[in-house]
T-cell receptor, first 114, second 115 residues
Framework: AQSVAQPEDQVNVAEGNPLTVKCTYS??????LFWYVQYPNRGLQFLLK??????LVKGSYGFEAEFNKSQTSFHLKKPSALVSDSALYFC????????????FGAGTRLTVKP | DSGVTQTPKHLITATGQRVTLRCSPR?????VYWYQQSLDQGLQFLIQ???????AKGNILERFSAQQFPDLHSELNLSSLELGDSALYFC??????????????FGEGSRLTVL
């Protein structure tokens, strides 16, 4: 089955600095890759996805992610962090060739300090 | 608003009891997924239904069961509850076929507290 690893439980950045939240995946078929954000006591909100095509995908709120097939990674990035970006971020993968369920990483808590 | 509705939003019950969580997917979505999020934990995939039939099963305990009805809403039944079952339970839905853009759409969750 597919799996996702988010190696950092916590990422701290200063406002205005670039941020990166790391994700690596394992899947036997073709991966669909996703990033979701969760604010306190809320459901998960979709940020962006990679299905095919350009390795750099852009999403909501100025976030982008880079798909790297050789490194099986899909890191989330933003050029300039905002305090309001502080939240829990989840990377997820779907193996669209073999099954349809989505598996999530453990999540990374991003804190942006003023 | 994702279009996925979950009820109840909050539920407090005692150990040994049974509860039912309900989910209405987005209009037209045939697939429903259930996830469990314990305190400071990631999302654990429980089970997926597609058009009334079980499609995939994850880390779902035998004390838990789910079903999807003809009108496509789904229910997650949790029985013989234990303290460790306290968690946020999320439902998500997705389109199928040509309308499937890959992402899941999540409800706001049902927070279960077992005392």
């Amino acid at each position: 089955a597919q799996s996702v690893a988010q190696p950092e439980d916590q990422v701290n950045v200063a406002e205005g600095n670039p941020l990166t939240v790391k994700c690596t995946y394992s899947v036997s078929g073709n991966p669909y890759l996703f990033w979701y954000v969760q604010y306190p006591n809320r459901g998960l909100q979709f940020l962006l996805k990679y299905i095919t095509g350009d390795n750099l995908v852009k999403g909501s709120y100025g976030f982008e992610a880079e798909f790297n097939k050789s490194q099986t990674s899909f890191h989330l990035k933003k050029p300039s962090a905002l305090v309001s970006d502080s939240a829990l971020y989840f990377c997820a993968v779907r193996d669209m060739d073999n099954n349809n369920d989505m598996r999530f990483g453990a999540g990374t808590r991003l804190t942006v300090k003023p | 608003d994702s279009g996925v509705t979950q009820t109840p939003k909050h539920l407090i019950t005692a150990t040994g009891q049974r509860v039912t969580l309900r989910c209405s997917p987005r209009s037209g979505d045939l697939s429903v997924y259930w996830y469990q999020q314990s305190l400071d934990q990631g999302l654990q995939f429980l089970i997926q239904y597609y058009n009334g039939e079980e499609r995939a099963k994850g880390n779902i305990l035998e004390r838990f069961s789910a079903q999807q009805f003809p009108d496509l809403h789904s229910e997650l039944n949790l029985s013989s509850l234990e303290l460790g079952d306290s968690a946020l339970y999320f439902c998500a839905s997705s389109a199928q076929g040509q309308g499937n853009t890959g992402e899941l759409f999540f409800g706001e969750g049902s927070r279960l507290t077992v005392l």
